[in-house]
């Protein structure tokens, strides 16, 4: 496959004995794993195999996903740790001040008056909003929730992002 892909999620364990896998959803969009959808198993960044969607449901948070023609807890058993992508045709234009995680990850922070924080490393999705994992150049990460009070300004095309630090966000 030359087309370019990115990872919509990643298989954590099996569940139960038919087949289903238990999937960590890294994608805002639902319909990814709608039915008849076709995803790329990714191991150790090698694409293992072409997998359609046959069965789909949430349980407890998660993304319950059966594939076609396994029908087998062995059949899947090894697709643990292993990553869901999406070649780069199948990603949805997005409307503007929108932005997918790869193109924010790796942006350098800066705050409103120049100082540089550091670069995100990891973009969280713990609920009401995203939380953005910035990695400084020296000591704990700092997390930056990702909202409008805070987040000012951000050029995908720079890989660069000016913040508003709330009171003790950065202690």
Same mark, same amino acid.
């Not at 008056?113 to 000591?139: H, M, R, Y």
């Given at each position: 496959?030359?087309?370019?892909?990115?990872? *919509?999620?990643?298989?954590?364990?099996?569940?139960?004995? &038919?087949? =289903? @896998?238990?999937?960590?959803? +890294?994608? =805002?969009?639902?319909?990814?794993?709608?039915?008849?959808?076709?995803?790329?198993?990714?191991?150790?960044?090698?694409?293992? &195999?072409?997998?359609?969607?046959?069965?789909?449901?949430?349980?407890?948070?998660?993304?319950?996903?059966?594939?076609?023609?396994?029908?087998?807890?062995?059949? *899947?058993?090894?697709?643990?740790?292993?990553?869901?992508?999406?070649?780069?045709?199948?990603?949805?234009?997005?409307?503007?001040? #929108?932005?997918?995680?790869? #193109? *924010? +990850?790796?942006?350098?922070?800066?705050?409103?008056?120049?100082?540089?924080?550091?670069?995100?490393?990891?973009?969280?999705?713990?609920?009401?909003?995203?939380?953005? @994992?910035?990695?400084?150049?020296?000591?704990?990460?700092?997390?930056?929730?990702?909202? #409008?009070?805070? *987040?000012?300004?951000? =050029?995908?095309?720079?890989?660069?992002?000016? +913040?508003?630090?709330? #009171?003790?966000?950065?202690?």
């Amino acid at each position: 496959m030359e087309e370019k892909l990115y990872t *919509v999620g990643k298989i954590i364990n099996t569940h139960g004995i &038919r087949g =289903d @896998v238990k999937v960590l959803r +890294i994608s =805002d969009f639902e319909e990814r794993f709608e039915i008849g959808n076709t995803l790329y198993l990714v191991t150790d960044n090698t694409v293992v &195999r072409e997998l359609t969607i046959d069965g789909h449901r949430v349980h407890k948070g998660f993304d319950l996903l059966h594939f076609k023609n396994l029908n087998n807890i062995n059949d *899947v058993e090894h697709f643990k740790e292993s990553h869901l992508k999406i070649p780069e045709s199948k990603l949805t234009e997005l409307d503007e001040n #929108e932005f997918y995680y790869h #193109e *924010v +990850i790796g942006s350098e922070v800066f705050t409103n008056d120049g100082k540089l924080l550091g670069v995100i490393k990891e973009i969280l999705a713990p609920g009401a909003n995203d939380v953005w @994992v910035i990695k400084q150049p020296k000591g704990k990460d700092i997390l930056i929730p990702y909202i #409008e009070e805070v *987040v000012l300004e951000v =050029d995908v095309d720079e890989k660069r992002i000016v +913040i508003e630090p709330m #009171e003790g966000l950065l202690e």
